[in-house]
């Protein structure tokens, strides 16, 4: 099992900040423990669910009237269909074992079809509470590095500003689809990857394992559903929160940015054919306004700890995106990372 801390972020722990710097530079991922001030409740996140569920199960036809990359739905937002992305497009033969929805509160609003189409409220309710949250751990990290100011991070993630990138996806993964035939060695539910936005929030279900993180020990580690392993029936899971690129790249590597990856439910180390072994998850992907710079946070701390070696070979990959002599933009970056994964030409 992965080393993952469950930190309280309420104010009356006042060591939250350093917490989550300590966990930030470690393994990149910590769980938030859930309480008021996550601003999301355990019923709020079912419902979510619920609704995730009930999409997936609509025809594909029903599903298509959203796709991702269409005109209607416009870029990285709508339905994936299975295979629709590869994230580990060195390693995989065919693409990942998923659908998703891309729900994006940008205008114009996106179409939404079937169980979706009543539920745009909901939606955006929901996005704007995670949004809330990351801001929350932003300050935080302001605070833990002592940038100047303190919501350098906050500022560039002020909604009400300008566009963002931003993103609630929910996941499906099948137990395992009839039509596949027998599983490939290296396929995989979701390819390995690092995130590309500055925060992303997690959040999985009871019974549904899967996530692995590829840990500081240099290996594969599994990542709980449960970290306390007793949260009560009803009550909310703790949420987990992973660092993404842009964060990394802000903090010169010293925030870890890492490459995690969702497997297939095994039985005697051999994939599972159940198909009760389905998994759902629904992740937030906060990301900087468009125009938001890749360039180093102001913070003592960052110019004192931060640029290892490592570090600095990402940082020269995402010069290389942005061409000589440009800074490169969180929007740049973005479109770079979506179009290794997948096709972004829209289409009718
Ligand atoms: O479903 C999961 O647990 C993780 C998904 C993920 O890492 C992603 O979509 O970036
Ligand atoms: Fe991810």
Redesign the pocket.
Known sequence: MADIPIIDISEANRHAARQLLEAATDNGFVFIKPNNTTGISASEIDDMFDLSKAFFACPTAVKSECAINSAASGKNRGWLGMHGET?DPAKQKRGDFKE?FNFSSLDPPQPLSGALAPSRQQLLAFQSKCHALCLRILRLFGVALGTDPLDWFVERHDATSGTTGSVL?M?Y?PGLPEDVGKLDEVDIR?GA?S?YGSV?L?F?RRGQP??EIWSRNQRWESVPVDPTGDTPAGDALPILVNIGDVLSYWTNGLLKSTV?R?IFPKTDGKPADHKELD?Y?M?Y?CHPLDDAELVSVPSKIVESLGGSEDAKKEMQKVKGLSGAGKVMTAQDHLNARLGATYDLKLKA
Do not use: E, K, N
């Open positions: 994230l998703a996806r996941l993964y979701a990857h995130d992303t997690l999985q899967g996530l995690h969702v998994r998850s992740v992907f």
